[in-house]
């Protein structure tokens, strides 16, 4: 007999989400699937919370200890019997009528080769941090090769949680080799081994995809996730580089390819950046961001808009003052237009204040204490505006592990946490996420410190937030300012 749709839900040593995971997918609306749970060796009660549920849909797999996330991703496709998959997580949860949506979409038009949904974001307790991850709107179809295409210029990290998709039309060869890679036989996979970009982009190369915007998947964020652990321009640049070779298949090549040139350039200088400990850029590191802009640079001569991806670097420059002139011919070309997203036009706004000889921390007092959460591309833009400004950067939050610890551009990182324990009065949190929507990052804030005030930096580029007065010169006891 045909299943439909195959259901596996990947866990290790999460039983304490996995109960209320596993009832949200057997309570489905619909049901004609079949379920498999992939234990990657859990040394807590998983077994044990998986074989409480009596339902004849359910197989359980249970992994030798050991095994990547990624093992047990793949062999989700070695294994499920259903002409659809979906693989999701064991600390996500579905509302009761996901699948039940995204089959009915699937069954009027039979062509779409992957179907995912909006999410909305829930913290470790479950409590509501944000009602959706992308503004509201209709649900979106992706002709052959247009997600791939559109992924270049739009924020399309939508989570592989509720994607089903059709694994039939993935390379056999190249999942026998990821699935090597990840039995550790091979220490680099190929881009077929998953991803939020590049499996969506795969079924993209071979027809139709669609978006259903709604949020019908309650997407879990806490420290233990695998975001916090990778290392963010790599994961940025193999996307993009993947993306560029998949584009040059489309009609879009074009169009776009020069635009993923552009990103490419932009996330190796990030990375560039994101390695560099010392306060100021040497002569070394400014020799490789120049020559990065000028690759750049040839991207933007295919194709005007690939200027927006390079905007970063630009500020970047002009703030240390190499290739101003490559910077301003660059920004010459063409403004963003309106379907470009709120952090694209605060960055070109960014370039406009620069060439005026503006700061965005002009109105900070001098010596105004700030804090930056991220420790990114953009943030160092904000350390060193905040220094020109004379204001002092105190530390740079950010949840990733491998950053913590570490100094970057001459600034501590620290994890969020920092907040609740510092002695020194702040005066302003700086958020540096390219994000249009950043609720749940001022949650993350509101966790730890509930009165400093807070600011997006596309906020202070586009003048938009001002302190309600100045906290540097009044005694701590009457700042309102708690000492945490």
Same mark, same amino acid.
């Given at each position: 007999?045909?299943?439909?749709?195959?259901?596996?839900? +990947?866990?290790?040593?999460?039983?304490?989400?996995?109960?209320?995971?596993?009832?949200?997918?057997?309570?489905?609306?619909? /049901?004609?699937?079949?379920?498999? #749970?992939?234990?990657?060796?859990?040394?807590?009660?998983?077994?044990?919370?998986?074989?409480? *549920?009596?339902?004849?849909?359910?197989?359980?797999?249970?992994?030798?200890?050991?095994?990547?996330?990624?093992?047990?991703?793949?062999?989700?496709?070695?294994?499920?019997?259903?002409?659809?998959?979906?693989?999701?997580?064991?600390?996500?949860?579905?509302?009761?009528?996901?699948?039940?949506?995204?089959?009915?979409?699937?069954?009027?038009?039979?062509?779409?080769?992957?179907?995912?949904?909006?999410?909305?974001?829930?913290?470790?307790?479950?409590?509501?941090?944000?009602? $959706?991850?992308?503004?509201?709107?209709?649900?979106?179809?992706?002709?052959?090769?247009?997600?791939?295409? /559109?992924?270049?210029?739009? /924020?399309?990290?939508?989570?592989?949680?509720?994607?089903? *998709?059709?694994?039939?039309?993935?390379?056999?060869?190249?999942?026998?080799?990821?699935?090597?890679?990840?039995?550790?036989?091979?220490?680099?996979?190929?881009?077929?081994?998953?991803?939020?970009?590049?499996?969506?982009?795969?079924?993209?190369?071979?027809?139709?995809?669609?978006?259903?915007?709604?949020?019908?998947?309650?997407?879990?964020?806490?420290?233990?996730?695998?975001?916090?652990?990778?290392?963010?321009?790599?994961?940025?640049?193999?996307?993009?580089?993947?993306?560029?070779?998949?584009?040059?298949?489309?009609?879009?090549?074009?169009?776009?390819?020069?635009? *993923?040139?552009?990103?490419?350039?932009?996330?190796?200088?990030?990375?560039?950046?994101?390695?560099?400990? &010392?306060?100021?850029?040497?002569?070394?590191?400014?020799?490789?961001?120049?020559?990065?802009?000028?690759?750049?640079? &040839?991207?933007?001569?295919?194709?005007?808009?690939?200027?927006?991806?390079?905007?970063?670097?630009?500020?970047?420059?002009?703030? +240390?003052?190499?290739?101003?002139?490559?910077?301003?011919?660059?920004?010459?070309?063409?403004?963003?237009?309106?379907?470009?997203?709120?952090? +694209?036009?605060?960055?070109?706004?960014?370039?406009?204040? /620069?060439?005026?000889?503006?700061?965005?921390?002009?109105?900070?007092?001098?010596?105004?204490?700030?804090?930056?959460?991220?420790?990114?591309? #953009?943030?160092?833009?904000?350390?060193?505006?905040?220094?020109?400004?004379?204001?002092?950067?105190?530390?740079?939050?950010?949840?990733? #592990?491998?950053?913590?610890?570490?100094?970057?551009?001459? #600034?501590?990182?620290?994890?969020?946490? $920092?907040?609740?324990?510092?002695?020194?009065?702040?005066?302003?949190?700086?958020?540096?996420?390219?994000?249009?929507?950043? &609720?749940?990052?001022?949650?993350?804030?509101?966790?730890?410190?509930?009165?400093?005030?807070?600011?997006?930096?596309?906020?202070?580029?586009?003048?938009?937030?001002?302190?309600?007065?100045?906290?540097?010169?009044?005694?701590?006891?009457?700042?309102?300012?708690?000492?945490?």
């Amino acid at each position: 007999m045909t299943i439909p749709l195959t259901v596996a839900l +990947t866990t290790y040593n999460r039983s304490h989400y996995l109960k209320e995971s596993l009832s949200a997918i057997l309570n489905q609306t619909y /049901r004609d699937f079949e379920l498999l #749970v992939l234990d990657n060796g859990s040394t807590d009660d998983t077994p044990y919370v998986v074989l409480s *549920f009596k339902d004849d849909r359910l197989r359980y797999i249970r992994n030798a200890p050991g095994y990547t996330s990624i093992f047990n991703s793949l062999s989700a496709q070695w294994i499920a019997r259903g002409d659809r998959l979906l693989i999701t997580h064991d600390d996500d949860i579905m509302e009761p009528d996901m699948l039940e949506q995204q089959m009915a979409l699937i069954a009027e038009r039979p062509d779409l080769t992957a179907v995912w949904t909006n999410k909305s974001i829930i913290d470790k307790d479950g409590n509501m941090v944000q009602p $959706w991850f992308t503004p509201p709107g209709a649900t979106r179809i992706f002709e052959c090769g247009e997600f791939i295409a /559109r992924a270049a210029e739009e /924020r399309m990290w939508h989570p592989a949680g509720s994607m089903i *998709f059709s694994p039939h039309l993935l390379s056999t060869a190249a999942l026998h080799q990821n699935y090597r890679g990840a039995l550790g036989l091979r220490q680099r996979l190929t881009t077929t081994g998953g991803g939020d970009l590049i499996r969506p982009a795969l079924m993209n190369l071979k027809g139709p995809v669609a978006f259903i915007n709604a949020p019908l998947l309650r997407y879990r964020q806490h420290t233990a996730q695998e975001t916090h652990n990778s290392h963010l321009a790599h994961t940025a640049l193999h996307s993009f580089q993947s993306l560029r070779k998949l584009v040059r298949k489309t009609s879009f090549r074009e169009e776009y390819e020069p635009v *993923f040139d552009a990103q490419i350039v932009r996330y190796k200088a990030q990375d560039h950046v994101m390695h560099f400990q &010392e306060p100021t850029f040497d002569r070394a590191l400014l020799k490789r961001l120049v020559g990065l802009l000028d690759k750049g640079a &040839e991207a933007v001569a295919a194709n005007p808009r690939a200027v927006h991806s390079l905007l970063p670097l630009i500020i970047l420059l002009m703030q +240390t003052g190499a290739s101003d002139a490559t910077c301003r011919a660059l920004v010459e070309l063409v403004a963003p237009g309106k379907q470009a997203t709120r952090s +694209t036009h605060s960055l070109y706004r960014w370039v406009e204040r /620069r060439r005026a000889g503006d700061n965005v921390f002009a109105g900070l007092e001098p010596q105004a204490n700030i804090v930056i959460l991220g420790s990114v591309l #953009v943030s160092a833009l904000l350390i060193q505006e905040a220094r020109e400004a004379g204001v002092n950067v105190v530390c740079c939050l950010d949840s990733n #592990v491998t950053r913590q610890g570490r100094r970057w551009l001459g #600034v501590p990182i620290v994890p969020p946490s $920092w907040l609740a324990s510092h002695s020194e009065p702040l005066d302003l949190i700086v958020l540096s996420s390219e994000r249009d929507h950043e &609720e749940k990052m001022e949650e993350l804030i509101r966790r730890h410190d509930a009165i400093t005030p807070i600011a997006s930096w596309k906020e202070l580029v586009d003048a938009e937030f001002s302190l309600p007065r100045s906290l540097i010169d009044v005694p701590v006891e009457q700042s309102g300012v708690a000492l945490l």
